[in-house]
């Protein structure tokens, strides 16, 4: 079945840096890639996701690529601030039973 | 706003007394799922109903069963709850086939 690697674990940048986190996939015909982010005690919640037919999807300071040749796809988030610490999830379609396979989980701290 | 809602927030039992947490949505989404989450770990996928065919995880635990009386509820039991129970239970709903989860803000489950 579909697996998923992401990383970093944890990853700290100022306010203002940008933030990258990637994850990679191991079948190639999934075909939806969703992120999501999780604040503490709250449930995890969509922000932006890809389907396998786009490499690039874009939402005013977050940004998705996909490289479906190298089965990776990564998350950008540009002029970052305090409120995107959280914990993200990026997750895969397994296209034989069309369930999520989430990322292990990337600990993002903007600091002040 | 449509939306997942998990009750309660908080949740506490002790070692082997039955549990149960509930979740209701106004989505209308075929598809209800119950999750567990422990320590920042990617949410586990325990089952799902699709519409009213349930279907389980091969790896959830007797212990742990479901139901849904109508679209708009589905409720978690915990026959007998363990310490390794003690978790954040995430329930979340989608349409079906490859498409955004959308998730509640869980249920804190304590078991002393």
């Known amino acids: 079945g579909e697996n998923v690697e992401q990383h970093p674990s944890t990853l700290s940048v100022q306010e203002g840096d940008s933030a990258v986190i990637k994850c990679t996939y191991s079948?190639?015909?999934?075909?939806?890639f969703p992120w999501y982010k999780q604040e503490l005690g709250k449930g995890p919640q969509l922000i932006i996701d890809i389907r396998s037919n786009v490499g690039e999807k874009k939402d005013q300071r977050i940004a998705v690529t996909l490289n479906k040749t190298a089965k990776h796809f990564s998350l950008h988030i540009t002029e970052t601030q305090p409120e995107d610490s959280a914990v993200y999830f990026c997750?895969?379609?397994?296209?034989?039973?069309?369930?999520?396979?989430f990322g292990q989980g990337t600990t993002l701290q903007v600091k002040p | 706003d449509a939306m997942v809602i998990q009750n309660p927030r908080y949740q506490v039992t002790q070692f082997g007394k039955p549990v149960t947490l509930s979740c209701s949505q106004t989505?209308?989404?075929?598809?209800m799922y119950w999750y567990q989450q422990k320590s920042s770990q990617a949410p586990k996928l325990l089952f799902h109903?699709?519409?009213?065919?349930?279907?389980n995880e091969a790896d959830t635990p007797d212990n742990f069963q479901s139901r849904r009386p109508n679209t708009s509820f589905c409720f978690l039991d915990i026959r007998s709850p363990g310490l390794g129970d003690a978790a954040m239970y995430l329930c979340?709903?989608?349409?079906?086939?490859?498409?955004?989860?959308?998730f509640g803000n869980g249920t804190r489950l304590t078991v002393t």
């Open positions: 979340a709903t989608s349409r079906g086939g490859v498409s955004p989860l959308h």
């Open positions: 109903y699709y519409d009213k065919d349930f279907n």
């Open positions: 997750a895969a379609s397994d296209p034989n039973t069309g369930k999520l396979i």
């Open positions: 079948d190639s015909a999934s075909n939806y």
């Open positions: 989505l209308n989404h075929n598809v």
